[in-house]
DNA sequence: TGCGCAGAGTGCAAAAATGCACATAGTGTA
DNA sequence: TACACTATGTGCATTTTTGCACTCTGCGCA
């Protein structure tokens, strides 16, 4: 294996007591609104709910979402913004696609995936929530594009192929959610060890195929060996 | 007996958001100082400790407390308010020695008591903690004062005598805390049924001592059947 | 003695949270 | 249809929290 999963992390300097806060705020009111999707089902709410639940003011609320679904969406957000800061820190001379695959790869973590597997099967039949859900992955894919033009900026002599970008970060992403849903299918929220192991597969076989410009659509499967590929 | 000890409470309306706030913000500083406390003694931690282990910026600590020694007086304060507000809620015509006597009964509670004992244990040794835990019970006298003028106040054609009044708020408050202070040399920081029963009765005789003039200062002790008293 | 420093406490302006009023939209109902 | 009612979303004034820059005091140390 030509580099590692991990990198070694940069020390976060402790953010400001503004930063903390707005940000425990934002987890509160995600996590309340999580909760009560949970518990009465989509559409059985109000935002007021969410605002007493997470301990601040229905107009707090709208300070920091601008919709109960805005602020489900975040718990998706979270998770991918999780894979974009893992391919941040990827080194900038690494392949692109090696890159994505290592960043993918940190998402088949239990308390990285635990909030997203249970917002997929509890939103899986709201059409409103499902279009939130897919805004989300399309901001992230936004996302990537921004972050791999820093990388070739980074890169002396290269020049900024847009359409490339583009479609290779959309067919990321695209593989990224592929992925995670052959496995919610496949699974559904079961978070065990073999449960992550077979999500962890799909994203390899998923980068794999792109990778090899989807030459054998044949078996593939959760069978195919790491080693072979990239 | 003439009176319960129980009053029907008056419901409470819900304070708002930004009360509930402020409660919560004031709960988290002192339990972030007991903490500190308990954990590096007194002297040892800062105002900075405190307000980072409460959530809060070292600014928004002194908007709720002058010190380090306020913010701990707080737990005492909550704890005799606790017994200020019982006293309110007894009935109007009711001689306010039964009213005290009652009010100061609340206290023998694991959850009103438990904080308090803590404290008191830790803070016996330092006399600037000391100092301020005095102050609050002082600060308590003067309400108890204010809520008796209150209370004779309500009574038609009845004058207020400025002295009877302090001296007996005093002699109360007095009474209340010689049955803590002999309660924690007896018993320490024990909240077991055996060690509250205890306490309950120590306030029951405190209080039938300043009933009878403290006519006989013999025996007392534990032993005093409740039926003997007022 | 003088100096550096850590911690207490305060004034002030910027930023965040809140309450409140209002416009709007959907829903059940007489 | 008209009406009441509930919930969303927003504008604005007020209150609270925060960051920052002080001043002041006590303490260790050269």
């Keep these: 294996m030509i580099s590692s999963d991990e990198v070694p992390q940069p020390a976060a300097p402790t953010p400001s007591r503004r930063e903390q806060n707005k940000a425990a705020t934002r987890q509160a009111i995600a996590d309340a609104a999580l909760n009560l999707l949970r518990g009465k089902g989509p559409g059985n709410f ?10 601040i003011s229905r107009r ?3 300070n920091y979402f601008s919709s109960t679904e805005a602020a489900l969406a975040s718990v998706t957000n979270g998770f991918l913004d999780h894979a974009l800061r893992q391919f941040r820190l990827r080194p900038a001379e690494e392949p692109i696609l090696e890159s994505a695959r290592a960043a993918l790869m ?7 995936v635990a909030p997203m597997a249970e917002l997929f099967t509890l939103t899986q039949q709201n059409s409103s929530l499902v279009r939130s859900e897919l805004e989300a992955w399309d901001h992230c894919t936004e996302q990537i594009i921004i972050a791999a033009k820093e990388r070739v900026a980074k890169t002396p002599g290269a020049a900024i192929d847009e359409l490339y970008l583009r479609a290779l970060a959309g067919s990321v992403i695209s593989c990224g959610k592929a992925a995670m849903d052959v496995w919610f299918a496949q699974c559904g929220a079961d978070l065990s060890p073999a449960s992550l192991s077979v999500l962890r597969q799909l994203l390899i076989d998923a980068i794999g195929h792109l990778g090899a410009g989807f030459a054998s659509p044949a078996h593939s499967s959760t069978a195919t060996p790491f080693k072979d590929r990239l």
């Design 46 to 55: 109000t935002v007021e709910d969410i605002a007493e639940a997470a301990g």
């Design 60 to 62: 707090t609320f709208f």
């Design 106 to 112: 940190q998402l088949a973590d239990p308390m990285t």
